[in-house]
């Protein structure tokens, strides 16, 4: 008789806030390193946060917890990067992109980046939704 496999307790092995906060912090790092953004940039795709918060974030992530919305931001743009790297496989092409006017309807000529530095997490969910449709997922 085998032993039957006792249910999974998903919730015991989700990721805490703070492991999530810490672990976009250190990603989004290296991506607006990668797209060459400015602090203000950074801070705009962040949501405006205060400066001394973000540079206590950056300094320690690890201690960071972050607000929702911020942690909604992050999940954006990390699904924008991704997003390139499957579209753009040569990654300064990728990171270019983000930069570059485009003629898309849902820019209108303007970049993704100028698009997302709009404020909202709405915008950047736009981006991401656009990409995701570019790789096949369909543009709704």
């Not at 972050?66 to 390139?84: C, F, M």
């Not at 040569?90 to 970049?111: H, I, K, L, T, Y």
Request: charged letters at 20%.
């Amino acid at each position: 008789m085998s032993a039957v496999p006792l249910p999974r307790d998903d919730a015991a092995s989700a990721p805490t806030v703070a492991q999530m906060s810490a672990a976009g912090l250190r990603t989004f790092a290296r991506i607006a390193q990668a797209w060459g953004l400015t602090v203000d940039e950074q801070l705009c795709l962040l949501g405006q946060p205060p400066r001394s918060t973000f540079f206590a974030w950056r300094k320690q992530p690890d201690k960071a917890v972050l607000p929702r919305d911020t942690l909604e931001r992050l999940s954006n743009l990390l699904g924008i990067w991704k997003a390139l790297q499957i579209l753009l496989p040569d990654p300064a092409a990728a990171d270019a992109w983000v930069r570059q006017p485009n003629s898309a309807p849902a820019f209108g000529g303007r970049s993704a980046l100028q698009h997302m530095l709009a404020g909202n997490v709405a915008d950047l969910h736009h981006v991401r939704r656009y990409l995701d449709g570019m790789r096949g997922g369909g543009w709704s």
